[in-house]
């Protein structure tokens, strides 16, 4: 399966982070609803609403005022140094096949270089399984936009349409699926009703994924 090409075109991996490949959905979800009760924003499900935003945008749209543009990320960071980082079922295993396989992989993640460092402190392998990281600083607009997508593609030297995106967020899976590419959506998170409109295929867990049947769907593009 080395340097898999369709029509000549190369075949590229991109995967977002939490929720994909860490088990760490559950925690941003208390995270989220302990800073919306200290900084209330009167949005009772905050914590799935943001799910694939960058920092950035999170603030400018539900914390502008002052003081919560200021304390909110001294509070978000402050409780994400204490997490601990795990990878969920599968997800070392899929990248270490990759990898093995010589595949090109670009990790797409909405969160900034200050959460990067803490997990390379948690789990150092995890960034040598990508040959580029795009964070959200890399980007101007957020998941559902597909620019996170179309630049990790690109990165790759790939055709989006011949990339692979795991994602397991809404704005995820809208995001790779108006960047073009094949969209695999992890249960999980959100349920596989909600995701699978956007989903070329539903899993539950990245143990169920099989290079070579990937492979042989997106060939039928």
Same mark, same amino acid.
């Given at each position: 399966m080395d340097n898999i090409t369709i029509n000549e075109e190369r075949v590229g991996f991109l995967f977002d982070l939490?929720?994909?490949?860490?088990?760490?959905?559950?925690?941003?979800?208390?995270?989220?609803?302990?800073?919306?009760?200290?900084?209330?924003?009167?949005?009772?499900?905050?914590?799935?609403?943001?799910?694939?935003?960058?920092?950035? !945008?999170?603030?400018?749209?539900?914390?502008?005022?002052?003081?919560?543009?200021?304390?909110?990320?001294?509070?978000?960071?402050?409780? !994400?140094?204490?997490?601990?980082?795990?990878?969920?079922?599968?997800?070392? !295993?899929?990248?270490?096949?990759?990898?093995?396989?010589d595949l090109p992989a670009v990790l797409v993640t909405s969160s900034n270089e200050e959460k990067m460092s803490h997990l390379r402190d948690e789990l150092p392998e995890a960034v040598t399984y990508f040959s580029e990281i795009v964070t959200g600083d890399r980007v101007s607009h957020s998941k559902p936009h597909p620019e996170g997508y179309l630049l990790g593609a690109s990165l790759m030297g790939c055709n989006p349409r011949r990339c692979v995106v795991f994602e397991d967020s809404l704005q995820g899976v809208k995001a790779g699926r108006a960047a073009g590419a094949f969209v695999i959506g992890v249960a999980g998170t959100l349920s596989e009703d909600t995701i699978a409109p956007y989903a070329d295929m539903i899993v539950h867990s990245l143990e169920e994924i099989s290079l070579k049947s990937v492979i042989t769907e997106l060939s039928k593009r």
């Open positions: 939490d929720g994909v490949l860490i088990d760490s959905e559950r925690e941003y979800t208390r995270i989220w609803g302990e800073i919306n009760h200290a900084f209330p924003t009167g949005i009772s499900n905050l914590p799935i609403i943001i799910k694939g935003m960058t920092l950035v !945008e999170i603030i400018d749209r539900y914390f502008s005022s002052p003081t919560y543009r200021v304390e909110v990320p001294k509070m978000l960071s402050a409780l !994400e140094n204490k997490m601990k980082y795990e990878w969920t079922k599968g997800a070392k !295993e899929l990248l270490s096949d990759i990898q093995e396989k």
